[in-house]
């Protein structure tokens, strides 16, 4: 079964530093999300994408955030200057666009951990 | 505001039948997912609703009233593997979900 995954699995970087989370997602699909899960709390929507620009975002995603579609199959998560508080796992989406609504597949996470 | 509410925990034995049960309040309503997650991995997709009533899919099921903001998540011929996080989601007028803080279920032999 065709998956979403996401690269890589851990990430350990000092506060300050940028950081790139990368998402491969299900081959046909059209629409993609990033969410993140602080420990012990509920996922929450960063943002999402849709025909080569964002459709929504959460107040989560200020101006340190950003996302790209470099080429036909990456999708990805820039964090230009990090926070402590950025620690989470982030966890990519995507579905398909066509059926009603279809449910969003997730990757296993990147485990982002800022020291 | 938007707002999910489900229990935070709940335990059950194996072989028996548990229900989980989600109240939303969300701006819109374009449908009710269920995921799976067990501890420090992904969310598994379980099941959804759109219209009112029960969708079933083999050992789960799930039932949906838009009137009273509420579903629950039914889970029958419980095993150990069962024992994980279940998230009650919402997909309100927009295309992003809602989750709520889920329910950790622990499933005793």
């Not at chain 2, 109240?23 to 991995?41: C, D, I, K, M």
Request: proline share 4%.
């Amino acid at each position: 079964e065709p998956e979403v995954t996401q690269t890589p699995s851990h990430q350990v970087t000092q506060m300050g530093q940028e950081v790139i989370l990368r998402c491969v997602p299900i081959s046909n699909h059209l629409y993609f999300y990033w969410y993140r899960q602080i420990l012990g709390q509920k996922v929450e929507f960063l943002v999402s994408f849709y025909n080569n620009e964002i459709s929504e975002k959460s107040e989560i995603f200020d101006d340190q955030f950003s996302v790209e579609r470099p080429d036909g199959s990456n999708f990805t998560l820039k964090i230009r200057s990090t926070k402590l508080e950025d620690s989470a796992m982030y966890f990519c989406a995507s579905r398909t666009g066509t059926g009603g609504p279809q449910p969003q597949h997730f990757g296993d996470g990147t485990r982002l951990s800022i020291l | 505001g938007q707002n999910i509410d489900q229990p935070t925990e709940m335990t059950a034995t194996e072989g028996a039948i548990v229900q989980i049960n989600c109240t939303y309040q969300t701006s819109g309503f374009n449908g009710l997912f269920w995921y799976q997650q067990h501890a420090g991995e992904a969310p598994t997709f379980l099941s959804y609703n759109v219209l009112d009533g029960l969708e079933e899919k083999g050992r789960f099921s799930s039932f949906l009233s838009r009137s009273k903001g509420y579903s629950y998540l039914l889970l029958k011929e419980l095993q150990m593997k069962d024992s994980a996080s279940y998230l009650c989601a919402v997909r309100p007028n927009t295309d992003k979900l809602i989750f709520g803080t889920g329910t950790r279920l622990q499933v005793f032999p």
